[in-house]
Nanobody, 125 residues
Framework: QVQLAESGGGLVQAGDSLRLSCTASGRTFSHYAMGWFRRAPGKEREFVAAIRWSGGDTYYADSVKGRFIISRDNAKNTVYLYMNSLKPEDTAVYYC?????WGPGSGLERQYDYWGQGAQVTVSS
């Protein structure tokens, strides 16, 4: 089992930056690819970003490419999502997820076995 806990959400204004953290406990964190997903009000959960176990490969949704950065610190069992130039449409509950696979399917929910509870991010205009 892997337990994931997100932190760092909050209320910000459009154009601001925010950093989300996701700390893992349980099994060896460095074995897992990590992903961030989000669910906006009234919408399905969608992929945001993913990072390979080594941190050497990353993958982003087109909607956040160039604005968001995913990184990880395996020594701290933590993955980060740096969100810059935030827009009101980024308002959502953000979830981190862990999975053992990496590849073309890393943007799909079914690739991930463990999920956090979510952190609310609200961007006002």
């Amino acid at each position: 089992q892997v337990q994931l806990a997100e932190s760092g959400g909050g209320l910000v204004q459009a154009g601001d930056s925010l950093r989300l953290s996701c700390t893992a406990s349980g099994r060896t964190f460095s074995h897992y690819a990590m992903g961030w997903f989000r669910r906006a009000p009234g919408k399905e959960r969608e992929f945001v970003a993913a990072i390979r176990w080594s941190g050497g490969d990353t993958y982003y949704a087109d909607s956040v490419k160039g604005r968001f950065i995913i990184s990880r610190d395996n020594a701290k069992n933590t993955v980060y999502l740096y969100m810059n130039s935030l827009k009101p449409e980024d308002t959502a509950v953000y979830y981190c997820a862990a999975g053992l696979q990496w590849g073309p399917g890393s943007g799909l929910e079914r690739q991930y076995d463990y999920w956090g509870q979510g952190a609310q991010v609200t961007v006002s205009s």
